[in-house]
């Protein structure tokens, strides 16, 4: 299969040929690994019982995923991934906030995936084959994961569609697998090694979990969606049936495999570490399906997070191809990897991270969904390519390249998450006024959307219908250089 040429150039419509079952694999596919499964260890963690730990995952999940899934239809009818189609509201060059924030999501998330891959494959390989846990073993399996990793990301799309369907059945089947492996130790009480709730009452603790076990999963794909979605065309496929296939794919591929690591939290008694009591308390019949879970598992996944790291890339550094984008990116997330396993404490490292990111992601997401509301659908797709194209000019240009609105709509918003989050280490001055609860995402996003809905009053939300202007070369008196299939 051809190495994919196509960055976040507009997508040809005679090669969208995807659909809507196509998306439901690759959500489901790509999320059945330990990246995924790990997020279910949380509430565990966090100091709850069984049902209070479900109760926040699925609440999360599903609020999360109504939110989520519109974003799904914004690339259906742009053709391009999500970050750039947000020029529309952001503007040609504003849209780099939506790059900046997918490429740290993405970024978070290979590194997380790589990294508790490798940490259960060093045990089972120890446990198997008595490989002793040292830095070198370490180094060599992070390496190995890591450069599989970058060649289904290099090679694109199709690559990973193709591994996401064979994952979706190979997967499904390990985690069943391991019910039956992990079933006779199961418990329903809360983990004594957990010391309590961690926020010291129930309702704040819940409420940590939903979001960072819960919300923060369908969050991850909010710049993500669109590298998919880009793919499917709207001439076949009604955008109600491309909605409900997120719905679906999101729903299982996170609740799936979230409510398996938390299932196996409780079983292997696994409150301040996951990968090592995972491995402890599995029977050797399940070291083997255990360790292919690790390893095909965490590529599947990195592999897409990394090839949309590399399309960020790409859309903030045009003059880069994909595949450098892509290469540059893996150096980057490879070094996390290491940084995290030497350096960070998994639990705090992993809350702190995804509740950050869900406070500055969440307003930009509420934004670019007004603003797809607000046009009903409509954009003009060679208009969002002025930046890519090093041209200036077009009905996205706003005031040089920037929606000033836009922008500083969503620094207030993620501004004011920032001071409501509740993190082990940090606690925000606003927390005094939820009651100690962290309702960052809600104010983050409620802010980001007010602003921009009252800075916007008055004015046409479709700039599509109202004038067009021919984009100018940003360099006056020569012609911008031709726009090439990889976006550079």
Aim: proline fraction near 5%; aromatic fraction near 10%.
């Amino acid at each position: 299969m051809p190495i994919e040429q196509r960055g976040v150039d507009t997508i040809p419509d005679g090669e969208r040929t995807s659909g809507p079952k196509d998306l439901v694999s690759i959500l489901l596919g790509s999320n059945l690994c330990l990246g995924v499964i790990i997020f279910g260890w949380l509430p565990p963690s966090f100091g709850l019982g069984w049902w209070a730990s479900v109760s926040a995952i699925v609440a999360g999940t599903l609020i999360g995923t109504v939110f989520t899934a519109p974003l799904a239809l914004v690339s259906l009818r742009t053709a391009t991934n999500l970050s750039t189609s947000s020029g529309a509201q952001f503007g040609v060059r504003g849209r780099l906030v939506g790059s900046v924030v997918g490429l740290l999501l993405a970024l978070g998330y290979t590194a997380l995936t790589v990294w508790i891959g490798g940490d259960v494959m060093v045990g089972v390989l120890g446990r198997l084959f008595g490989m002793p846990a040292d830095g070198a073993a370490y180094a060599v399996v992070y390496t190995v994961l890591a450069a599989a990793t970058v060649a289904g990301a290099v090679y694109g799309y199709r690559v990973l569609l193709a591994m996401s369907k064979v994952l979706a059945v190979g997967m499904t089947a390990l985690l069943v697998l391991g019910i039956f492996a992990y079933a006779p130790h199961f418990t329903t009480s809360a983990l004594p090694e957990a010391g309590g709730y961690l926020l010291g009452g129930f309702w704040p603790t819940w409420c940590l979990a939903a979001v960072a076990a819960g919300l923060s999963g369908p969050v991850a794909f909010i710049t993500l969606l669109g590298d998919y979605t880009r793919y499917i065309s709207p001439a076949r496929h009604t955008s109600r049936r491309v909605l409900h296939g997120t719905w679906l794919g999101l729903i299982l591929g996170l609740l799936v495999p979230q409510l398996f690591g938390t299932f196996t939290a409780y079983a292997a008694r696994a409150a301040a570490d996951y990968a090592g009591p995972l491995v402890s308390a599995s029977p050797a019949w399940y070291l083997v399906p255990l360790l292919l879970s690790a390893s095909a598992g965490s590529v599947g996944n990195a592999g897409l997070m990394l090839y949309s790291m590399g399309l960020d890339l790409d859309a903030i550094l045009p003059r880069a191809s994909r595949a450098r984008a892509t290469y540059t990116v893996a150096i980057v997330a490879t070094a996390c990897v290491f940084a995290g396993h030497y350096a960070w404490n998994a639990q705090s490292a992993m809350t702190s991270f995804v509740l950050l990111l869900t406070a500055i992601g969440t307003p930009w997401a509420v934004i670019t969904l007004i603003g797809f509301a607000r046009c009903r659908g409509v954009y003009d797709a060679d208009a969002l390519q002025v930046f890519n194209r090093r041209s200036r000019g077009g009905i996205y240009w706003y005031r040089a390249g920037w929606n000033v609105r836009a922008t500083v709509s969503w620094a207030l918003g993620a501004g004011v998450g920032l001071l409501a989050v509740s993190l082990p280490s940090y606690e925000g001055p606003l927390l005094s006024l939820t009651g100690g609860v962290d309702c960052s995402f809600l104010l983050s996003g409620l802010v980001g959307g007010t602003v921009y809905l009252l800075l916007h009053l008055g004015s046409s939300g479709n700039p599509v219908q109202v004038h067009s202007a021919r984009p100018e070369p940003e360099d006056e008196g020569r012609s911008a250089p031709p726009l090439s299939p990889s976006g550079v």
